[in-house]
């Protein structure tokens, strides 16, 4: 902060500052964040970096003067459709930006930098990152990326892109602060870090809402609910048992979006050999949420989502329709889950495949059923539950 003030600026300034946070952000938000987006607004308007820099430090005294002087902001404020309006030279452009000349809006890059030549340097350093990766080599990939950047609306962009590089189908981080003051949580002991770029600063990191712990989140801020006990030993004694009848079972290192995965990994289509499967599992869910998880991966594998298994007895059946497959591997998963004393919430996954149901075939659907069932040892007779 700058040491002294100019109050009659702050006084000016007050009535945009409100229409500012009003624009930008919304009750309940990071006040401090909303004031840096703020400014890096204003990098897009033209603002001269000491301009910006002036700014924020105006825009963070006001945050600090709100509770002494009771002032609401999001009250007082009026939302702008266009945002730019808020820099035009009688706003806040002609308090904050030394400049006199006409401003002509500079280049948006990632790093805080309009140089032509930083800019292409920085483009070439975030294509060798996708390109090290290897992560948006496909179109599936990159439509992947785009649904989570919509998803995470609290996050920048480019941000956005960073955490699903770092952990693919996460659902919602936050700061520490953002976590305690807005939820009552905290990161767990030895909880993995995000990295993000900081406005104004170089990195700060955020959590995962799998690696958090403190009062309960409401249900639905959860992708994949699941209720319900499972034995201690249940799951390790299945991936062995899996194991030798060649069906691998991967541990995702994933965010709570991204449950798991089913594969094949032969095509040797020999009547006397098991075809190898890999069957992907997100290690961050609770052991219910696990269960359920292997149960809809086998249904795909079992129903011949993946391919024939001669020795299986598995026939190719793949359907072309994407809502009939996750349909049936659900109602599997479904039935075998409920069957153990485990409860999804699979109503809420299949809402999105409802066109699906008609052509569901229930006797085929049963068949898988008491096949997985028999694949993963349930119900739990031989375990104990505590």
């Not at 290897?134 to 995470?152: G, M």
Request: some cysteine; aromatic content about 10%.
């Amino acid at each position: 902060m700058v040491a002294t003030l100019d109050m009659s600026l702050m006084e000016r300034a007050e009535p945009y500052f409100c229409d500012a946070f009003a624009t930008y952000g919304e009750r309940g938000s990071d006040l401090v964040r909303t004031a840096q987006e703020i400014a890096m607004a204003g990098k897009v308007a033209g603002f001269s970096k000491r301009g910006r820099r002036m700014m924020l430090e105006y825009l963070l005294a006001f945050v600090d003067t709100f509770d002494e002087r009771g002032i609401d902001p999001f009250a007082r404020g009026r939302r702008m459709e266009d945002p730019s309006g808020l820099f035009s030279p009688d706003c806040l452009g002609g308090l904050f930006n030394e400049d006199e000349s006409p401003r002509k809006p500079v280049p948006t890059d990632l790093f805080d930098v309009a140089d032509e030549n930083d800019e292409e340097r920085d483009r070439a350093l975030v294509d060798q990152l996708i390109a090290d990766t290897r992560l948006y080599d496909s179109a599936k990939a990159v439509k992947e990326l785009l649904e989570f950047t919509v998803r995470l609306r609290h996050i920048a962009p480019f941000n956005a892109m960073l955490l699903h590089i770092q952990k693919p189908g996460l659902s919602f981080a936050a700061r520490p602060k953002d976590w305690w003051g807005r939820f009552r949580r905290r990161p767990k002991a030895h909880a993995r870090p995000l990295l993000i770029l900081r406005n104004f600063g170089p990195v700060e990191f955020v959590y995962d809402i799998l690696d958090t712990e403190g009062e309960l989140l409401p249900e639905a801020a959860f992708s994949f609910p699941t209720s319900g006990a499972v034995p201690k030993g249940w799951i390790s004694a299945v991936e062995q048992k899996l194991r030798r009848v060649e069906i691998i079972i991967t541990w995702l290192d994933h965010g709570d979006y991204t449950a798991g995965h089913a594969r094949r990994l032969s095509s040797h289509r020999d009547n006397k050999r098991l075809e190898c499967f890999e069957v992907g599992v997100n290690r961050n869910h609770l052991p219910a949420a696990q269960l359920v998880t292997l149960a809809h991966e086998l249904a795909h594998i079992f129903l011949g989502h993946c391919g024939a298994d001669e020795k299986r007895g598995v026939k190719f059946n793949r359907p072309e329709d994407l809502a009939l497959r996750e349909v049936e591997a659900e109602t599997v998963a479904y039935l075998v889950a409920k069957r153990t004393g485990v409860s999804p919430r699979s109503e809420s996954y299949l809402d999105r495949y409802q066109g699906a149901f008609s052509q569901l075939d229930l006797h085929r659907i049963l068949k898988v059923a008491s096949t997985v069932e028999r694949e993963l040892e349930l119900p739990f007779h031989r375990y104990r539950l505590f």
